[in-house]
């Protein structure tokens, strides 16, 4: 695959996050916080192809310092 290919495909999902955003469910907290492990107490967590943020949202309302990276601006 080409690089400009490669780039337009990572960036596509732009043409549907907003509609991903509006009807995807947040994640349920208790499942965050299983997939996350450890005490409870707040963790450094990196979050990649986070997409619209719905993850992010979760992680970081539980106290967690969350570094999220995606290829689209979405």
Request: net charge negative; proline share 7%; glycine share 10%.
């Amino acid at each position: 695959m080409d690089p400009d290919e490669r780039l337009s495909r990572a960036a596509s999902f732009e043409t549907v996050a907003a509609t991903y955003a509006d009807h995807r469910p947040d994640y349920p907290e208790a499942a965050v916080r299983w997939l996350v492990g450890g005490d409870g107490r707040p963790m450094r967590v990196l979050e990649l192809g986070a997409g619209t943020g719905k993850l992010t949202k979760t992680l970081s309302g539980l106290g967690h310092h969350v570094i999220a990276t995606d290829p689209s601006s979405a």
